[in-house]
């Protein structure tokens, strides 16, 4: 039987550190914290072998509290800490945790290029649709309509979808899940962790202080129920049209396909070219 997840609290939390912790009762960011434990317990993974990166934003705070090889850096930049980890280290399970602002706005570049570059690092993007920690700002994935602090007439741009953009810039591995499909979402982190090349997972998360409320959403079972409501299988989605897509959320794995790593090339050319070498000098 699986460790329960207050057995995995007390394997993994920095109890006397770092708590009590920022996040709002009831916030989509535990869920996905529990998910990424219970993905890292069924690996059997050592704590040395895990490294944790994270940008700034709620979702940024989780490194902090687990008792891994963590890194809380600057906005945006979670991917571009956790790519020198891994060159330095390619032996180590380097994951990079953001949020939708953090992954898409700031760090909207490192994203694209890491999933061009099919970098071997896992990514798990928590997408609330909203700047949490700073006030309730609008983000990229922000829905067109939706009122923030920064949108008070309603937003007028449309929302990324994350995990399409992933599939489009190249990652070997994209997946989506949701905060009410908690074991999904633990299951896919599992399959992102040990699929060689980029591995994206987005989870649709709840603010419902800074969103839900605003947005007449409600609380955060409300926001859980309307995940339940709005989720499609991939395979689901595969029958519907747009129209009848608009405003889902399609789950499940929507890319698991076996590309060149630009991190396994550039060390096969290093070799090519040290030999090339040892050829000119006799
Ligand atoms: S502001 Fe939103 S995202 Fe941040 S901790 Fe509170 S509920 Fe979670």
Redesign the pocket.
């Given at each position: 039987m699986p460790p329960s997840i207050q057995a995995l609290t007390h394997i993994y939390f920095r109890h006397n550190k770092k708590f009590p912790h920022?996040?709002?009762p009831?916030?989509?960011?535990g869920i996905v914290m529990g998910a990424l434990l219970r993905a890292i317990t069924r690996l059997e993974l050592e704590k040395d072998e895990v490294v944790l990166a994270s940008g700034i934003?709620?979702?940024g705070?989780m490194p902090t509290y687990l008792d891994f090889n963590t890194l809380h850096t600057t906005h945006g930049r979670a991917l571009t800490f956790a790519t020198g980890i891994k060159l330095a280290n390619p032996a180590l399970n380097v994951v990079a945790i953001m949020?939708d602002g953090d992954a898409t706005a700031i760090g909207g570049n490192h994203l694209i290029h890491a999933a061009r570059r099919n970098l071997n690092l896992t990514a798990i993007i928590?997408n609330?649709s909203?700047y949490?920690?700073t006030g309730?700002q609008y983000s990229p994935t922000t829905p067109f309509g939706s009122t923030t602090t920064t949108s008070v007439y309603g937003h007028i741009e449309h929302a990324f979808s994350i995990a399409e953009l992933a599939v489009t810039a190249g990652a070997s591995f994209v997946a989506r899940s949701t905060v009410y499909h908690a074991a999904l979402a633990d299951q896919l982190i599992e399959q992102a962790m040990v699929k060689p090349g980029f591995a994206v997972v987005e989870i649709i998360?709840?603010?419902?202080?800074?969103?839900?409320r605003r947005n007449q959403i409600g609380n955060?079972i409300d926001m859980l129920n309307l995940f339940k409501e709005q989720a499609v299988t991939v395979k689901k989605a595969a029958t519907m049209d747009s129209e009848e897509l608009r405003e889902k959320i399609t789950i499940g794995v929507l890319a698991d396909r076996d590309l060149p790593i630009s991190t396994n090339e550039y060390k096969r050319i290093r070799e090519q070219a040290r030999a090339d070498q040892g050829k000119k000098s006799i």
């Open positions: 920022v996040w709002c009831g916030c989509g960011n934003g709620c979702s705070r949020g928590i609330n909203i949490g920690m309730g998360s709840n603010c419902h202080v800074q969103y839900g955060a």
